[in-house]
């Protein structure tokens, strides 16, 4: 009896020493012991893969929705932007704006007919890039570039931020958009079609995407020769002393 519980003591005691054996080097192993499905590093790798095939998802979807980019003939202003004034005007002075915005349209009523005025004096050369901020604005914004097509861009871009349908959070249909065209004299086919077939989504995405890379974060901005203005509603103040400073 003795001896028999002395060799149950010794096979407990081998078997406690193996136990621990096995512990100590799954220690040592660490995260080998785990199933290559559950690591860490597998698992975040994974996650990035997934991210970046949603980006490329979204990125595709992105473009079959804005379409391949065209730029339009009277781009003719800095960066591809609508311009008026001449070339030689001594101030630059450039507004990234959504034609949503209902600041952007605090600015075209208050401001904007003073910067008019220093354009037809010579003094001032004004540039509008059309960018997005609001949900349904991609579609105002092709519309006004359509409406560049037919000689019409600046009287459009007054009429829409006139009639602004910032209250309705789909923005203004492709109907609408069309019948404000006619209010300014716009009254082709080709505006239709453009409107309808969103022919300028692409380059108002790539000016969206280029005022980013400018810095551009609120509606609207302003830069007068090239400086951003912190308060764009002093941005006939800043024009006044640029007209002070030579070139």
Known sequence: MAKSQARDNQVNRNSTGQARGLSRAARRRGDRGRPRWSHPAVIIGALAVLGGIGYLIQSRRADRETGSVKRPAHALGPGGSEVIGPEDAPVLVEEYGDFECERCAEFQKKLEPEIRKLVDQ????????????????????????????????WPYHDYLFANQTAGNPGGPTPEQLIQFGRQVG????????????????????????G???????????????????????????????ALKTPK
Do not use: H
């Not at 003094?123 to 019409?152: E, S, W």
């Open 211 to 241: 005022a980013a890379v400018r810095g551009v974060r609120l509606m609207p901005t302003v830069f007068v020769n090239g400086r951003a203005l912190p308060d764009p509603f002093r941005a006939v103040e800043a024009i006044e002393e």
């Open 186 to 209: 716009i009254d082709s086919p080709a505006f239709a079609a453009c409107v309808n077939n969103g022919t300028y989504n692409g380059w108002v995405s790539q000016f969206t995407a």
């Open 122 to 153: 010579g003094k001032v050369r004004f540039a509008y890039y059309p960018v997005l901020t609001k949900p349904g604005a991609l579609v105002a914004a092709n519309a006004g570039i359509c409406a560049g097509d037919q000689g019409a861009f």
